[in-house]
């Protein structure tokens, strides 16, 4: 086996065994050159195809990291990003920006609303940005919920069972106040995921939630003839 994919099998088994963490110093070139009896040229090949998989992160001047990965949800599913996070091994953590416990609701949720804003933090970074419409015609019960300690997404889980549900995914680039929220700069890569959820052809909520590009995709598995 050549030096170069030896160097990258070994990394990326380190990685995917979880013996490196996401966001562990790598050794540097030097140190890798070094233990591997090999040149530095082929060590920074090794580890810019791993940084081309994604399972690596090189930083210009610091070093190089093993990257975050992305949080992976089904399409077809409603997720609580609380357990998706933390299923990854990192810490997860809701900030509460605001509530208004009076609101009306918009066309894709009519009627009294309780609206609440917030921060999806996984380990302490911004991760998602939420903006959530609760109808409380169907769910009366959310007026009196604590939504500073826990977040919405997953109160709903664990009390209003829902039947249907609709996504709407699109790629955007976020205004500069949502930058600020998910501590981006303003011409990054996001995805926005709008979803309504009914109970029985009733709305339950409607939710944008805003996601950084770097942190979260998409999968969605589907069975032929189903």
């Avoid at 399972?55 to 210009?60: Q, S, W």
């Avoid at 911004?126 to 997953?154: C, H, K, M, N, Q």
């Amino acid at each position: 086996m050549n030096p170069s994919r030896r160097i990258r099998e070994e990394i990326a088994g380190a990685i995917r065994s979880g013996e490196w963490r996401p966001g562990d110093r790598v050794p540097t070139e030097q140190e890798l050159a070094a233990r591997y009896g090999c040149a530095r040229a082929t060590v920074s090949k090794a580890l810019g195809e791993l940084a081309a998989s994604g399972l690596v992160e090189r930083r210009r001047k610091a070093g190089t990291f093993v990257a975050q990965p992305p949080v992976h949800s089904a399409v077809m599913t409603v997720p609580d990003l609380a357990e998706l996070i933390a299923a990854r091994g990192e810490a997860y953590r809701w900030q509460l920006l605001s509530v208004d416990r009076e609101a009306e609701g918009e066309e894709l949720c009519p009627g009294p609303a309780l609206r609440i804003e917030g921060v999806h933090m996984a380990a302490g970074e911004a991760f998602a940005l939420e903006r959530r419409f609760i109808a409380l015609g169907e769910v009366p019960e959310a007026i009196g919920a604590d939504f500073a300690s826990e977040a919405p997404g997953t109160w709903l889980l664990g009390h209003i069972p829902w039947t249907e549900a609709r996504h709407v995914i699109r790629a955007v680039t976020p205004t500069r106040k949502e930058a600020a929220a998910l501590m981006i700069g303003t011409g990054a890569a996001c995805l926005e995921l709008d979803r309504t959820t009914w109970r029985a052809g009733r709305v339950v909520t409607h939710v944008r939630q805003l996601f950084r590009g770097d942190r979260f995709d998409l999968v969605a598995d589907f069975n032929a003839g189903a």
